[in-house]
């Protein structure tokens, strides 16, 4: 509170100091206050000591320059208060001697006296009074001009003047002290009753703190299991974050391998519909083939027939070339006996000489067409023998072109039968191929609703995994809650130990 007054009543002396140099400025320069009032029946006389003047104007400032000066060293420091009021007390009597002692400037004196009850100090009050009784002794005595204004003051007036300045200090002094002791009966009425309420206040703060250190200690056991919860909560989260994780992946994968599927789906429908239309190309061929083979088949049976006739005709052919071949043998026989019989002739001929020489020509051209006929039946015997032989070799192929139609038109007819097994098969094979078809279709559409449920599966994955995320961050934030909560409870403890301290303390006072 001494800072708060010292700094007021630093203020306060300088206006005060302010006034007193208004006062010298008004009276010494202006000469103001000359003709304006009378003191005791006598003029006043205007001062003519000027160093006196100024020398008591020079007291308050330096007294109030150290008072600065220990306020700003130390603002709470008592002595700035005894400079303050020196300061004031001596600008006071500048005053009074500036204003030619003028009894209307004696009241800054009582002006002094009352602001130093801001102090409520009666030391100060005290020094105020004797010095203000000395300057009024010594201006009765030895300096009447300087402090009345005049060379003669009655005794009466200055005894007036000392018996109300004393009444007044005594007066300030009384309340000072009434004041004082009021204040000393209102502290112990009030620490009697901050007593009260402090056993009051430390019965409450007892059960409050108590109140505080088992909800700190409950508090942090809480904050602690839930701390350890947190974390086991925070793994668990991070494995079901994991496993969200592997299943979206899962999902996924099964939305590629469904659409893989659907894409192999497509190509198996592709691949149906081509068999689908080469199993109605080969039904259709089949039935063309079936067809051709039965017309193959009644060629074989012609051409079988032609064989069989060929074989006959060929076999007619080698009887009527052994028959050649008996008459060429024939010839033969005859060409050598007409050869003989032209040797003969020729013969006959020579033995008749001149007469037998037609006959011997005529015998020598038959010898010639003898060895023709001969030579003819050679080659006709030549040419019957290889007609014969390749006779032999046709009759032979014949038999085999017979034995190979035979299985020829055996195997048409099996073929035929085959034929006629594959058209069934054929047919089969496109209704089991329309079954396939109509069961790929539905493959497809269920392979459809499986890639929209496995697609709303992976959302829902990913929905998971996200609100797993969430949750992991909101376990992040909860364990920070908790460790903030444990950092709390043992703020509190630490504050209960606080103010179970404090409230020692003030049981102790």
Known sequence: MSKQKNNMMLYISAGVLAISLLVHFLARQLHFFGDMMHHSGNAMIMNSNPQALNLLLLL????????????????????????????????????????????????????????????????????????????????????????????????????????FLICTSVAVSLQIMSNQRYKRTYQ?????????????LTQRLNAVVQGIANGSSELMHIASSATMHGEEMNTRIDGVARGSSLQKDQASLALDAVAQNNQQLEQIRAAIDLVLRRSDETANFTEISNQSLQQLNQEMELLLQAVQQSRAHIRSLQQHSQNISQITGFIQEIAAQTQLLALNASIESARAGEAGKGFAVVAQEIQKLAHLSADSAKQITSFLAEMTSDTVKSADSMEQVNTRLDAGVAATKQTRDTLESIWKHSAEVGQGVQHILQSSQLVSASSVHISGSVEHIAGIATAFVNSCNEAKETAGRQHTANQEAVRVAHSLTTASEGLQRVIDQLRAE
């Open 60 to 163: 308050p400032i330096v007294m109030l320059i150290i008072a600065f000066w220990m306020y700003a060293r130390r603002p709470d420091d008592p002595k700035v208060a005894l400079f303050n009021t020196l300061s004031m007390v001596f600008s006071s009597m500048s005053m009074i001697s500036g204003g030619n002692g003028d009894v209307v400037f004696h009241f800054s004196i009582f002006m002094v006296i009352a602001i130093l009850c801001f102090y409520e100090n009666i030391r100060l009050i005290t020094i105020a009074t004797v010095l203000f009784a000395v300057q009024h002794i010594a201006g009765f005595i030895w300096f009447p001009r300087l402090v009345f204004g005049t060379e003669t003051y009655s005794l009466i007036m200055l005894i007036g003047h000392a018996f």
């Open 188 to 200: 112990q009425e009030q620490q009697l009753e901050r007593g009260r309420i402090v056993d009051a």
